[in-house]
Nanobody, 120 residues
């Protein structure tokens, strides 16, 4: 049974940082492409960042480029999203997802999400 469990969300002031974690069970992350998405109230879910199976290629939405970093710790079977210089516009529920093709979607497996709230 595949499970992706996000953690690390919370309330932070604008300009602050958070690191989200996505721990996987039932699959080996090094064999999957991984992605982070977010959904703000009243908005569609949007792509934030992705990393290929090898970890050699990353991709970011323009709105987070240079502020967010996606990484994988294969030993811990966990993918991270380091978020710096947060703004209120980053407030959303953040989800991780896994793509068995090892690339940037479509993603077959999803976590339950973790709330990130950035106060001004």
């Amino acid at each position: 049974q595949v499970q992706l469990v996000e953690s690390g969300g919370g309330l932070v002031q604008a300009g602050g940082s958070l690191r989200l974690s996505c721990a996987a069970s039932g699959l080996t992350l090094s064999s999957y492409g991984m992605g982070w998405f977010r959904q703000a109230p009243g908005k569609d879910r949007e792509f934030v960042a992705g990393i290929s199976r090898s970890g050699g290629i990353t991709n970011y939405d323009d709105s987070v480029k240079a502020r967010f970093t996606i990484s994988i710790n294969n030993a811990k079977n966990t993918v991270y999203l380091q978020m710096n210089s947060l703004t209120p516009e980053d407030t959303a529920v953040y989800y991780c997802a896994a793509d068995s093709r090892g690339w940037f979607g479509p993603y077959e497996y999803w976590g339950q999400g973790t709330q990130v709230t950035v106060s001004s």
